[in-house]
């Protein structure tokens, strides 16, 4: 399997991914937002696109799904919550249910809401490489998902001290944007700063590092403040701290 990402350089710092199995050839492309640019990059490498997977309903993770079905006939998937949300969703799946791409490659979707109610990520692990998880807008590198365009602060808090507990430390996060500059700002600034993440600031001033950028869940623990609290034991302090910070990066 390989994963390919592209930036795309918008206002909102979007990824966008595709997934390829090598034995089948089938694609799977996650959060579509520019169908154009992603069907000719699929065409130049002789991709064939089978499958869409969207995390969840927001606009700038689901703006080329028709497009892109109608150029592909590909299947489109997303979580059962939001089926009527997710523009020309043909399959649905609850929580712990498999996307099929081919024999070789299935992924569970897990169940993460907080970003939005109804957010969910897909979880890989073929047991040959690292796993990887499709977070979309759960976690970012160094951060997490804001919550105010319909998800709620206290459950993303609950959602990710769980996470922590089902996938493995070395699975790769592959979030829905590139905010990792400004996190790690943040970061320093509300006295989370380490010697890694005063490390990866620096090189954020190098061209195109951030946006190629990929961490590990345990690398993550080691500078994302939101993550390091929900490490921590559940307790009503730590849920206050997770809500301070979640509140205070909204206006950063």
């Avoid at 943040?186 to 001033?205: I, V």
Wanted: with cysteine; charged share 20%; aromatic share 10%.
């Amino acid at each position: 399997m390989s994963v390919e990402r592209v930036y795309l350089n918008n206002s909102l710092r979007n990824f966008n991914y595709f997934f390829i199995s090598r034995s089948s050839g089938a694609v799977l492309v996650i959060d579509p937002f520019d169908a154009e640019l992603i069907f000719e990059t699929c065409k130049n490498n002789s991709w064939k696109i089978t499958a869409i997977f969207n995390t969840h309903e927001h606009h700038d993770h689901t703006k080329g799904n028709l497009e892109l079905k109608k150029m592909t006939n590909a299947t489109v998937y997303g979580p059962a919550a939001l089926a009527n949300k997710i523009p020309g969703c043909d399959v649905s799946l609850r929580a712990d249910e498999e996307l099929i791409l081919d024999s070789q490659n299935k992924f569970k979707m897990l169940s993460l809401p907080g970003h939005t109610l109804g957010h969910a990520a897909l979880f890989h692990d073929s047991g040959d490489s690292n796993p990887c998880l499709f977070c979309g807008d759960t976690i970012f590198n160094a951060g997490c998902g804001n919550c105010y365009r319909g998800g709620d602060a206290k459950t993303l808090y609950s959602t990710l001290c769980d996470l922590l507990l089902k996938i493995p430390d070395d699975t790769i996060l592959f979030p829905g944007h590139d905010y990792l500059e400004n996190n790690l700002q943040f970061a320093a600034h509300e006295g989370y700063a380490s010697d890694s993440s005063a490390m990866l600031l620096s090189k954020c001033e190098e061209i195109g590092f951030s946006t190629d950028y990929l961490a590990t869940l345990s690398q993550e623990l080691e500078y994302n403040p939101f993550l390091k609290i929900c490490k921590q034991p559940t307790t009503d302090e730590n849920l206050a701290e997770f809500l301070r910070l979640r509140a205070k990066r909204d206006s950063w």
